[in-house]
């Protein structure tokens, strides 16, 4: 299996990104698709995640109403769009599967597959 996340950089407060996470290696119509993050000295964080079946998405409190998530079955992708960014965005953001099961969690150890990361750096 291998998720390769992508679309992060440096953007300026209240700017946005979209960030895509491509899966391959297994079909993933059962499993829910996690976005996580983790500042520097801080715990990974849950950001959001949406079931590959029915489209259902989950997002954190601490980013609703800026961050949304979304699919293309087709292309095994899962999006972040990141709106109204701030500097307490910070972070390297993950995504992750969780595998045959479309029960949508929020703890890093209910995910079973993990990409590389990438950098989002929100400017002041």
């Known amino acids: 299996v291998r998720l390769q996340a992508f679309g992060g950089g440096l953007v300026q407060a209240g700017g946005f990104l979209r960030l895509s996470c491509a899966g391959s290696g297994r079909p993933f119509s059962r499993d829910v698709m996690g976005w996580f993050r983790q500042a520097p000295g801080k715990e990974r964080e849950f950001v959001g995640a949406?079931?590959?079946?029915?489209?259902?998405?989950s997002i954190s409190n601490s980013v609703k109403g800026r961050f949304t998530i979304s699919r293309d079955n087709a292309k095994n992708t899962v999006y972040l769009q990141m709106n109204g960014l701030k500097p307490e965005d910070t972070a390297v953001y993950y995504c992750?599967?969780?595998?045959?099961?479309?029960?949508?969690?929020?703890?890093?150890?209910?995910?079973?597959?993990w990409g590389q990361g990438t950098q989002v750096t929100v400017s002041s």
């Open positions: 949406i079931s590959w079946s029915v489209g259902t998405t």
């Open positions: 992750a599967v969780r595998a045959d099961n479309d029960v949508i969690r929020s703890t890093a150890r209910g995910y079973n597959y």
